[in-house]
């Protein structure tokens, strides 16, 4: 899913976390991070725009569905 997400392949709505169990959305959690985590960790060549453009929009759409998936958390517990 994680994957997917980066790619831009899949869409991340607050529905996405409805099915999903605490343990899961945890794993989820950890998964995001490791993808982040990774993708910072790769730095594309200074003049290569479009890389550079494509590492960002991986950023975005991992930070977006985690802030996303903090938001719904915190619905879900009150």
């Given at each position: 899913?994680?994957?997917?997400?980066?790619?831009?392949?899949?869409?991340?709505?607050?529905?996405?976390?409805?099915a999903l169990t605490?343990?899961q959305m945890d794993?989820?959690?950890?998964?995001?991070?490791?993808?982040?985590?990774?993708?910072?960790?790769?730095?594309?060549?200074?003049?290569?725009?479009?890389?550079?453009?494509?590492?960002?929009?991986?950023?975005?759409?991992?930070?977006?569905?985690?802030?996303?998936?903090?938001?719904y958390r915190q619905?879900?517990?009150?």
């Amino acid at each position: 899913m994680v994957q997917g997400v980066a790619e831009g392949h899949q869409t991340v709505t607050d529905r996405t976390f409805k099915a999903l169990t605490a343990s899961q959305m945890d794993q989820c959690a950890f998964e995001i991070e490791r993808q982040l985590r990774d993708i910072r960790g790769n730095q594309a060549a200074v003049g290569d725009l479009a890389e550079i453009k494509r590492r960002n929009l991986k950023i975005q759409r991992l930070n977006s569905a985690r802030t996303i998936m903090r938001s719904y958390r915190q619905r879900s517990r009150t």
